[in-house]
Every structure is written in C-alpha cells, then in structure tokens.
T-cell receptor, first 113, second 113 residues
C-alpha cells in the first residue's frame, strides 16, 4: 500500500530527554512536512523539506531538529530545549509541484511526564 | 503568522441538514484546500480550488473562493453522522525555499443522528 506512516502512535517522555518521531513515505514525494497540533487548534509548521539533504524552518522550529538523508524519511527530534512538547505531531508529504495536496500520516501523540 | 481562521469554531446540526463553514486567510495564494480530520487522526484531503477558480463541486461538497475578500466557504449538503469531524482550510504559497502550506484553526462539526 502506498502511504505515509508515523511511529510510534503514542510516545511518553521524561522532561530533559530527547525523542525522535519517525515519518516514512513510499509515495515518491519530494516534499515532506512536520506540523504540531495542540488541542482545539490548527496545525503549525515546524520544519519542511523540499529535497533530500535540505530543510527549512517553519513557524515554530525552536526546540526541534530534523534530517532528510533519504527521500522516503523525515525524522523529527524533539529536544529538551522544547519547553512545551506535549502535543499531537503530524507528518505530511506532497509531490513538490503546485496544485497538489498533502498526504498526512496518522500522527504521533507525545506526552511529557 | 499567515494562519487563516475558520468560522464558526464549532457547528452542530441535525442529520440531513446542510453545513456551511467559512475560512479567511491573509495573503495571496496559489490554491486553497479543505481537509477533514477525525478525532486523533491525520488529515484527509477533501477538495482543492485554484486561485483562478470561483466554485468547485465534489459529491456533496461545494467550495467557493473569493480572492478579493480572501475567503472561502465549504458547504456539505445532506449531512450524515459520519461527517462529524474537524474541517480545516489550507492555503499554499510559493516561497524562496519551496511551497508552504498554511492551515486555519478549524471548524468542529457535529452531525446529530
């Protein structure tokens, strides 16, 4: 099946720990995105990448880091510098051309204990 | 932030009625898209309307776009209980570093059987 997957579905972290959220797609999409969603809120862009080995900061990049070593993969690390990391994290991909939709993964819910 | 806003924030209707939700955005766009999100899940693309289009239909969905007012509306006709979800509009715009998407704050729709 073609699609975009995220793991794990639920993640618990102690304060001061870094955690990495996985995002994989087999849609051959060039562009990948990470969003954060807080309860009752819209999506806010953390980082995005249009091509391998290149990525750009979104609106709320502080306390997060990413890598794009492979076209299929765009992992997000939530570092201890992120002061309020508890949220729902969504990964998306798009073909990179205009007039295109984003395909979303099922999300990872991160809770800091 | 270039995040848009949906109106109303929440909407509750009886099954069979029509549901209308509105979206306002701030900057010039290439396209406007509507997405649906079931609770705790990823977003699913519903419909895309280009900046040079004024109206588009897809099944029970009707989308309008008024670029002079920087607004769009989504109409769901003959609603069903299964339409209960949050609905988000998203605009995209070219930047120097690629195509970015900007999501609204969402409308939570409840369809009562």
């Amino acid at each position: 099946d073609g699609g975009i997957t995220q793991s794990p579905k639920y993640l618990f972290r102690k304060e001061g720990q870094n955690v990495t959220l996985s995002c994989e797609q087999n849609l051959n999409h060039d562009a990948m995105y990470w969003y954060r969603q807080d309860p009752g809120q819209g999506l806010r862009l953390i980082y995005y990448s249009q091509i391998v080995n290149d990525f750009q900061k979104g609106d709320i990049a502080e306390g997060y880091s990413v890598s794009r070593e492979k076209k299929e993969s765009f992992p997000l690390t939530v570092t201890s510098a992120q002061k309020n990391p508890t949220a729902f994290y969504l990964c998306a991909s798009a073909s990179g051309n205009s007039y295109t939709e984003q395909f979303f993964g099922p999300g990872t819910r991160l809770t800091v204990l | 932030s270039q995040q848009g806003e949906e109106d109303p924030q929440a909407l509750s209707i009886q099954e069979g009625e029509n549901a209308t939700m509105n979206c306002s955005y701030k900057t010039s766009i290439n396209n406007l898209q509507w997405y649906r999100q079931n609770s705790g899940r990823g977003l699913v693309h519903l419909i895309l309307i280009r900046s040079n289009e004024r109206e588009k239909h897809s099944g029970r969905l009707r989308v309008t776009l008024d670029t002079s007012k920087k607004s769009s509306s989504l109409l769901i006709t003959a609603s069903r209980a299964a339409d209960t979800a949050s609905y988000f509009c998203a605009t995209d715009a070219f930047t120097e570093t690629g195509n970015q998407f900007y999501f609204g704050t969402g409308t939570s729709l409840t369809v009562i059987p």
